[in-house]
């Protein structure tokens, strides 16, 4: 559980640094499209290290609950494979980092979905 709490709390920080990255230092020098798809990773990237502060505190009354670490897993690599794909895309401008990002997406929704599968079982 400390692991995905640490995991969380540094992608939050990282999308703030980043949220702020774009919005100071990046406008005017990306296109309004390029700065938009930048932001799009930081709002997906705080929205899942929010999903990995979840998963920490869920393990605290179901540790046993184990759907939790793979879904958490999941929610990672999609941090990883989403948003660093728009991340990329928008600061180099290569569109074979295009292709990554529904790779991201779908870990994404496997993650919650793991997550919720996990959950039931613990009824």
């Not at 930081?42 to 990995?52: D, E, S």
Request: aromatic share 14%; glycine share 14%; with cysteine.
């Amino acid at each position: 559980m400390k692991l995905f709490a640490m995991l969380g709390a540094i992608n939050m920080a990282l999308g703030v640094i980043l949220g702020a990255f774009g919005a100071h230092s990046l406008k005017g020098k990306l296109s309004p499209e390029m700065l938009a798809v930048f932001q799009t990773g930081v709002q997906y990237q705080i929205y899942h290290a929010l999903g990995l502060l979840l998963v920490a505190a869920l393990l605290l009354p179901y540790p046993q609950a184990t759907g939790l670490r793979t879904g958490g897993w999941l929610l990672l690599a999609g941090i990883i494979l989403f948003s660093g794909s728009l991340y990329l895309l928008a600061l180099t401008g290569a569109k074979f980092f295009g292709p990554v990002t529904p790779i991201g997406g779908v870990c994404f929704i496997i993650g919650w979905i793991w997550i919720f599968w996990a959950m039931l079982k613990e009824f």
